[in-house]
């Protein structure tokens, strides 16, 4: 049928662009993560002008997502995708703005530089790590349209939770001892604060492929077990 | 309020519905869709027995209507289509004037003295939205009247007897766009009072008019649910195939 062959080669050409938007943004969560560990000054500022990229891609998708919707009124699990991409586009712009927020911590490193110790005390680059998988995972299931892993990105979050809480804990003590990192502590905070959002966002993007394949609504459902 | 049990219906040797069951409530408007021949229009027509007048037909199983079955040998058919009316999908106006279609079914059935079936031809006019364009020419032929404006006559002549159901067999499919949304916008409003069947090859139409949606194909009811389900997430593959268009 025409229409039919018309209606796949449209909806082939969205995932194509988000498909691009993902890998666009991992790899800004991936420089990003390199940028903070090893004060990277250079690299963070590429993540930051690279920031505008993603929000073309945003905008884009958007108004592609529209588009479809006006002219080809789909249903079923045609009208699930453009949703869900819609709302993972927004995710994925709000995760790589968090990225960039890192990096500016990176810019203003000089003037407080945080310790290498200090960073694996808060478990930092596991919480990177942790991100990371979650959003690389999320992408392949996506692609594969498969949402066997949904259960286990889901609960990295809770991971990230409990790491972001730790965290705090850590620097209340630490800030007492060392009052004259206070500037430092107060950062890095903000740090991990960013980190543990982009987890959220990462959730949501899994809720949204789950919606999408599976037409079920994990959203905002408190057990996950 | 409408409950099919088991209906297996053939055509001579064709057997053409093939085991349906589903319950239609009151005051709901219910739609059915499919590929053309699988056999919406012959179940529509099984509920107030108009496969009657077809040679050949055979039915099984039963049609309850508010709890009694209507293929039960009590029951007088004249009586049955009163209360169980339908609209085609071409507007069939008699060749009268725009007063006597509506007025025909009262007089037949002597409902009413002269004053009474006035009144009753008005508020019909009124419910199937006409009204307002034909009270000034309440005598002149339904002929002269848009196909459109003929399609809710026709409707007004099926309301004018008061029926507690109304069938329309793709009631707009020969209609332009306006006229459509008139159509559409009538079948809301009238599911206040009345149960509403309607068979539609436009998708987008059941989506738009109905509360639950049955999807038919080779004489099966493959899936019957609540609309917003089925277009949002139909757990058939085969709806899913037809109504995304992904079809043959
Ligand atoms: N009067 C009839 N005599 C024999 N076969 C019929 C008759 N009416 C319909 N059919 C057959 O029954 C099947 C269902 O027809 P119908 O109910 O009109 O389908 P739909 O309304 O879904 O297009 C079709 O295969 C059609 O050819
Ligand atoms: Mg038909």
Known sequence: MEKAKHNETELKALKEEMSHMWRLVLSQLQKCKQAYLTNDTELAREVISREKRVNTFELKIDSDCENYIALFAPVAVDLRLVLSLMKISGALERIADFAEGIAKHVTIEDFHPITAKLKEDLKIETMFDTVISMLSDSFAALESENTKLSGKILQKDDEVDTLFMEGKEFLAKYVQKESSYSKCVLETLLVLRKLERIGDHCSNTVEEIVFYIDAKVLKHVKSRE | ?248
Not at chain 2, 4 to 24: M, P, Q, R, W
């Open chain 2, 1 to 248: 309020m409408i409950e099919a049990k088991n209906v297996n219906f053939y055509y001579g040797d064709f057997h053409a519905l093939k085991d349906i069951s589903l319950e239609i409530e009151a005051n709901s408007v219910t739609a059915f869709i499919g590929p053309s021949g699988c056999g919406k229009s012959t179940f529509l027509r099984l509920l107030n027995r108009m496969n009657d007048l077809i040679a050949g037909t055979r039915l099984e199983g039963s049609c309850l209507v508010n709890g009694k079955n209507i293929y039960d040998k009590s029951v007088d058919v004249d009586v049955l289509r009163k209360d169980i009316g339908m609209v085609f999908q071409k507007p069939n106006p008699f060749p009268k004037s725009i007063f006597e279609n509506v007025a025909y079914g009262l007089k037949v059935n002597r409902m009413g003295n002269k004053a009474e079936i006035s009144a009753r031809v008005e508020q019909s006019l009124k419910d199937s939205a006409l009204w307002d364009e034909v009270k000034d020419k309440l005598n002149k032929s339904a002929y002269e009247l848009s196909g459109g404006q003929q399609q809710r006559l026709c409707i007004a002549r099926a309301l004018a007897v008061k029926p507690s159901v109304i069938l329309m067999d793709e009631p707009a499919s020969a209609l332009d766009p306006i006229s459509t949304s008139k159509i559409e916008e009538l079948i809301y409003n009238l599911k206040a009072n009345y149960t509403i069947v309607i068979v539609t090859h436009n998708m987008q139409q059941a989506a738009r008019v109905s509360d639950k949606t049955g999807f038919f194909m080779l004489g099966e009811l493959i899936e019957f649910d609540e609309t917003k389900r089925m277009f949002i997430s139909p757990q058939k593959k085969q709806t899913q195939n037809y109504i995304t268009g992904r079809f043959g």
